[in-house]
C-alpha cells in the first residue's frame, strides 16, 4: 500500500537525519558545541535542543500525545530554545532529544497518515492537519537544521559528511586547490576589484 511505504520512508529518513544532526556533536569540547558560530548566535548544541523541542510539540500536543516531560519553552523573544544555558549539559540536552524520538516514534507508528491533528500555533485555516504533513514539515525543520549543523562543524574542524563512516581523512591540499578553481569561476563570470577579495591562492 503506497501510504504504508510513504510513512515508512519519510519516518526511515527522519531517523537517519536525527542521526546526523546528533553525530555533528561527536569530539567536540563543551565550547565549540555551544559557542556562537554565527552573527546571529546559530550554535551546534542548541541546533540540537531546538530540533528536539519542535519534534516534541509537533508529534506531542498536535495529536493530543504531550510528552511526558516538561519542555523547554521555544519561540520566545530571546531564542532561549536555541542555546544552551551554562546549567544544562550536553546529555541532558542529547537524553531528551532521544527520549523525543521514542515519543515521537510511538506516536508515528500509533496513526494513520491522515490521522487529524491541530497545531494551535498556525494560522487559520491551516491549523487543522493531518500525520502525514507534520511529518513532512518537521523532516524538513531536522534537514534544515542538519544542513545548518554541516557548515557549522566545516567551519570549527573542516570535518564533514552525513554519517562516520562516509568521513573521509581530510586532505587539505585538495580542499585548497578545490576552492581556488571555484574562486576563480565566480571572478570570471563576476569580476570584482582586488582590494575587495583580495588574491586569489
Not at 98 to 126: C, F, K, M
Not at 145 to 163: C, F, N, Q, V
Request: zero cysteines.
Amino acid at each position: 500500500m503506497i501510504d504504508a511505504r510513504a510513512k515508512g520512508n519519510l519516518h526511515g529518513r527522519l531517523r537517519r537525519d536525527r542521526e546526523a544532526l546528533l553525530w555533528k556533536l561527536d569530539g567536540l569540547s563543551e565550547y565549540d558545541a555551544r559557542r556562537p558560530l554565527t552573527a546571529t548566535g546559530t550554535n551546534l548544541l542548541g541546533l540540537v535542543k531546538h530540533v528536539a523541542t519542535v519534534e516534541a510539540r509537533y508529534f506531542g500536543e498536535v495529536f493530543g500525545r504531550p510528552s511526558p516531560e516538561p519542555l523547554p519553552r521555544w519561540q520566545d523573544s530571546d531564542g532561549s530554545d536555541l542555546w544552551a544555558t551554562a546549567d544544562e549539559t550536553r546529555d541532558q540536552i542529547i537524553g531528551f532529544y532521544r527520549r523525543t524520538w521514542e515519543h515521537s516514534d510511538a506516536t508515528i507508528e500509533a496513526l494513520a497518515l491522515d490521522a487529524p491533528g491541530r497545531v494551535p500555533w498556525w494560522p487559520e485555516p491551516h491549523a487543522d492537519t493531518n500525520l502525514f504533513a507534520v511529518m513532512v514539515h518537521v523532516l524538513g525543520e531536522t534537514i534544515r537544521h542538519a544542513g545548518h549543523a554541516d557548515i557549522l562543524r566545516e567551519g570549527l574542524d573542516g570535518r564533514t559528511g552525513l554519517r562516520p563512516e562516509h568521513e573521509r581523512r581530510i586532505d587539505e591540499e585538495a580542499r585548497a586547490a578545490y576552492r581556488a578553481k571555484i574562486e576563480r569561476a565566480a571572478r570570471s563570470a563576476a569580476p570584482v576589484k582586488e582590494s575587495e577579495v583580495g588574491p586569489v591562492t
